[in-house]
């Protein structure tokens, strides 16, 4: 019988090396993804004669409307850009002055060839979804580059504005270019971070560094009342940023409010690894990151169960520790909390068009050669899916009408990223994400497998209605997977990080909530949108008053520290490792 003989190391270490130089040239996008989604298209579009003809159709009836868009404009009145077409209309072009020509002109032609193309990748039969969806991906991002709002020449707006300074937006856009520039070349933080120091302005919650290992530091933050809630609550962020996104100012700190809410929060801050930590697995981050802080919470605070909190992929290492705890018979946590976290990957949403064998093989390269991956590669993939907003907006808005908007907390903690382990970041998007291991059994855990069916304890799972990281009907897919006989989800209204991030009190944000229990039927996602009751103002006082009904009665607050099981204050928070650059 034949055997599949293996490339030998030095093979696949050259064959690396070569993969890695790619990476660096072509921004980390691996390009035979999109030629191959490409060569999908265009050998069943070939193969669908109906299907050009209807694109032929329709590129003439778009040309029709923009030649005749043309000579109304030229003859007539001012005419907006939207008047008479068909299709939905594009705001950047609402504007008075994009209703003269020729700058009505280049914005209905715009849209046109925005309304051809996206007609052109859809609906051809034979191409997978996956390959429809990355050919809609690579339009998107061609059109929203190619918008003539995004130009100096095509924009009347700018040039209005340009005339009105005497050009002196275009001086301070190139100054805002200049400082840019130098700030990237010398691995500095953008404009404005400056005035966000980390233990004084964000991250400034009173607490204590009670465990410190070559992988985390744990806090205990200090009491704000004379009595808590018997049972702590340990805190898994994500290790993709920094910890203190729970922990920005005063108004919106997560952390103050459950502090000052009469709950005892111990609080994970990851290390920021560098090149000497790239063989730390999902097992480390385990062990060394959960474990470890929940062995030393119960040290604090013995006898006491512990509610466990995970924020995004901090929300999944805390599932896949849940199910290892029961799988084992630990039974120290009280209930579960995840914030934007998914546990079943089959749709993780627009992260899946970096997400694809090749790009995979591109970014493991990339990561071996380095030992660990730059946050700046990842913050570039973010921006790709939000290109008009986390791209071309600032663009336009710093550099050509040299305006510089006001640095907030939120943007300066997402400025301030951190690296990831070249073996966990691969065992995470490999094991996970591409082959979705959790949700079907096979993830081991110290060389055994987990389930999450395991997980008996009450759960709050949160998502957000417009979340591209973690879309929160993937994120609601945890309820088919546990066994918990108390599971609350709640959606609520904003982004991954700012749906999060709400504040005690916001006027401005919703949510929607409901409770099931195992003998309950499963509703799926619409159902359950049509059957939960909506809410105005912030869902933090919602979880606060769940986890309260799941808390015991209220005692004294535990010290800081318990040096007697060797548990030592170590320093003050926010510690040494959100620091590290």
Sequence with gaps: MATTRKPAPRTQDFDREFRAQLAQMTAGLAPTAFSTAWADWAMHLAQAPAKQSELRQLALERARDTWAFALRALAGPKVAAA???????????????????????????YQNSVALM?????????VTDYHAQLLEFAVRMLLDASSPSNYLATNPELLALT??????????????????????????????TE?????????????????RNELIELIQYEPATKDVHAEPL???????????????????????????????????????????DRELGMDDYLNKGLRAALDTVSAIVPKRRVHAVGYCIGGTLLAIGAAALARDGDRRLASVTMFAAQTDFSEPGELA????????????????????????????????????????????????????????????????????????????????????????????????TVRLSDIGVPMFVVG????????????????????????????????????????????????????????????????WLQAAERHEGSWWPAWQRWLAEHSSARSKPPGLGAPAAGCKVLGSAPGQYVRQR
């Design 83 to 109: 008047d008479g077409f068909e299709g939905s209309a594009d705001r950047r072009f609402e504007a008075e002055a994009w209703s003269q020509f020729p700058f009505n002109v280049y914005a209905r032609a």
């Design 118 to 126: 996206r007609e052109a990748v859809r609906d051809v039969a034979g």
């Design 163 to 192: 005339q009105a300074e005497k050009g002196q937006n275009l001086v301070r856009g190139l100054q805002h270019w200049v400082e840019d520039l130098e700030r990237t070349l010398s691995g500095g933080a953008p404009a404005g």
């Design 195 to 211: 005035a966000f120091e980390v233990g004084k302005t964000v991250a400034a919650t009173p607490g204590k560094v009670v465990l």
């Design 234 to 276: 340990l805190v898994v962020p994500a290790w993709i940023m920094k910890y203190y996104i729970l922990d920005l100012s005063a108004r919106n700190s997560l952390v103050k409010y459950l502090v000052d809410q009469g709950h005892t929060v111990f609080m994970i801050s990851w290390k920021n690894p560098d090149e000497r």
């Design 353 to 448: 068009f970096f997400i694809n064998p090749s790009q995979l093989a591109l970014l493991e390269a990339s990561m071996h050669k380095k030992g660990v991956l730059d946050s700046r590669q990842m913050g570039g993939a973010f921006a790709l899916l939000r290109s008009q907003d986390l791209i071309w907006q600032p663009f336009v808005r710093q550099y050509l009408e040299g305006r510089r908007d006001g640095m907030i907390d939120l943007m300066a903690w997402n400025a301030d990223g951190t690296r990831m382990p070249w073996r966990m970041h691969s065992e995470y998007l490999y094991r996970l994400y591409l082959d979705n291991e959790l949700a079907a059994n096979r993830f081991p855990v110290d060389g055994r």
């Design 464 to 527: 957000t209605e417009t979340d591209h990281v973690a879309p929160w009907k993937s994120v609601y897919k945890v309820d088919n997977l546990v066994r918990s006989d108390d599971f609350t989800f709640l959606l609520t209204s904003g982004g991954h990080n700012a749906g999060i991030v709400s504040g005690p009190v916001n006027p401005k944000r919703h949510y929607r909530m409901k409770t099931r229990r195992l003998s309950d039927p499963h509703l799926a996602p619409d159902d």
